[in-house]
């Protein structure tokens, strides 16, 4: 990959970005509560497991449909991708999550050079952060299976630093997690790019029962 477009994709999925997935732990946080996840094993467990069979085959699989569609400017493939996976998320948090960000990264490359995703944020219409995200990566020529990298490295990361948060851990803890993680990436996304359209989508019980209860939940540092 050339230097810009690498470039680029550090900029997107850093976590200085200021679209607030800093705020969301996707059920992480009522996983704590509820004493599923209770130490730095369980916690890397937890999202190891959710990398593997919730990410890898739902959003990083349409993340490549998303991508592909924009490269050929597919409106109806981009419309299509994007219900599609606001409507695979099973709780009210995790849909108002993904609205949120995808609208406020939507706002932000808006003020940066892509005025065409200022209709994200214009509209009524729910907008995935997924959408945006390959947008971004199509108008700056990021690679396919760069972008499903970077994107799948953006969610241990900010999953890893919500749980050092939470139990808590300790900084240590948090990069061993990350460290042991990332090496399933490559693997994830690689399943991510051999699905059919007909394979895409996941049972995750505990994931959809956490959020849920986290809607409820009496203290909450996370807004999913």
Request: charge should be negative.
């Amino acid at each position: 990959m050339h230097l810009a477009p690498l470039l680029h994709l550090c900029h997107l999925v850093s976590p200085t970005l200021p679209i607030g997935m800093f705020a969301y732990s996707q059920g992480l946080e009522s996983a704590i509560q509820q004493k599923w996840v209770v130490d730095e094993a369980s916690a890397q467990a937890w999202i190891a497991g959710l990398l593997q069979h919730t990410l890898s085959h739902l959003d990083l699989a349409v993340l490549v449909r998303l991508y592909r569609a924009w490269q050929t400017t597919n409106q109806t493939q981009v419309e299509y991708w994007n219900s599609y996976l606001y409507a695979s998320r099973e709780s009210a948090e995790l849909r108002a999550e993904d609205r949120h960000l995808g609208q406020t990264l939507a706002r932000l490359l808006t003020t940066l050079e892509l005025p065409q995703a200022s209709i994200y944020y214009q509209k009524d219409t729910p907008v995935c952060y997924a959408t945006v995200f390959s947008l971004a990566a199509v108008h700056w020529h990021i690679p396919l299976e760069e972008t499903l990298m970077g994107y799948a490295w953006s969610w241990l990361e900010n999953q890893t630093m919500a749980a050092v948060k939470l139990i808590p851990l300790g900084q240590s803890a948090g990069q061993r997690i990350l460290l042991t993680t990332q090496a399933i990436i490559p693997h994830c996304v690689e399943h991510s790019l051999s699905l059919t359209d007909a394979d895409i989508g996941f049972f995750a019980p505990m994931l959809a029962i956490g959020s849920a209860l986290h809607e409820t939940q009496y203290s909450r540092l996370f807004r999913s």
